[in-house]
């Protein structure tokens, strides 16, 4: 399998407000500005935004010991903060200073219950087996959905694997973790791109779809 590109990782922490928030509260103005300036952002929100859908800075920086990590996003909700880099490594890395640096600035708290930490990760791949070459024990079905087009379409398109995705019962209490896996939008299938998403750190993300690669090749020999 190809790694073509990470294109997103993001890290989030999850946490009860009244146990993270400053006794005392804090100048939320002042607290913007200091973040957009801490990560040296293009965007900084803006009040409004803050006390309505969230906090969002964009494009900014991070120095972590001499290596500049990107930040894409940055975002506060009442509930949590998100950073979105290209790797849930340097995601956490980001996260962790932000807090850290809250609690030393504007007297944010340890909560009393734990973090809830979550990722998600999304990568563009080339598998070395096409995910396609797995269905071939349904292609009668195939077959007849491609039969089932306009008769006056022209050329016939063949009908083959786009996309899969894998979930849980979200009526289930708990998080909802999902994996993705479909053709790269405006590229040809014929250059075997695939985009996925997934639940999970940036390395392990890696490390399934490498089994599942493993797996079709077992599977074709």
């Given amino acids: 399998m190809e790694l073509i590109s990470q294109d997103g990782a993001m890290a989030s922490l999850i946490f009860i407000s009244d146990q993270v928030r400053p006794v005392k509260g804090f100048y939320l103005p002042?607290?913007?500005?200091?973040?957009?300036?801490?990560?040296?952002?293009?965007?900084?929100?803006?009040?409004?935004?803050?006390?309505?859908?969230?906090?969002?800075?964009?494009?900014?920086?991070?120095?972590d010991g001499g290596r500049s990590i990107g930040i894409g996003t940055l975002r506060l909700f009442n509930d949590g903060i998100a950073a979105i880099t290209t790797d849930t490594v340097d995601s956490d890395l980001v996260l962790d200073d932000l807090f850290a640096w809250l609690k030393q600035e504007f007297q944010f708290r340890d909560p009393s219950t734990p973090f809830i930490r979550v990722y998600q990760s999304d990568l563009v791949v080339k598998f070395d087996h096409d995910p396609a070459s797995a269905f071939g024990l349904i292609q009668s079905f195939l077959d007849f959905i491609q039969g089932q087009g306009p008769p006056t379409a022209h050329p016939t398109k063949s009908v083959v694997f786009r996309n899969i995705a894998f979930s849980a019962d979200p009526t289930v209490p708990g998080l909802t973790p999902e994996f993705t896996i479909e053709?790269?939008?405006?590229?040809?299938?014929?250059?075997?791109?695939?985009?996925?998403?997934?639940?999970?750190?940036?390395?392990?993300?890696?490390?399934?779809?490498?089994?599942?690669?493993?797996l079709l090749g077992a599977a074709k020999s």
């Fill in 183 to 214: 053709r790269r939008t405006n590229v040809p299938w014929r250059l075997g791109l695939y985009f996925s998403k997934a639940h999970m750190q940036t390395k392990a993300h890696i490390r399934a779809l490498e089994i599942l690669d493993g």
């Fill in 30 to 63: 002042r607290l913007l500005r200091a973040i957009a300036e801490r990560y040296k952002t293009a965007k900084a929100a803006s009040t409004e935004e803050a006390r309505t859908s969230g906090a969002i800075f964009q494009d900014g920086t991070f120095d």
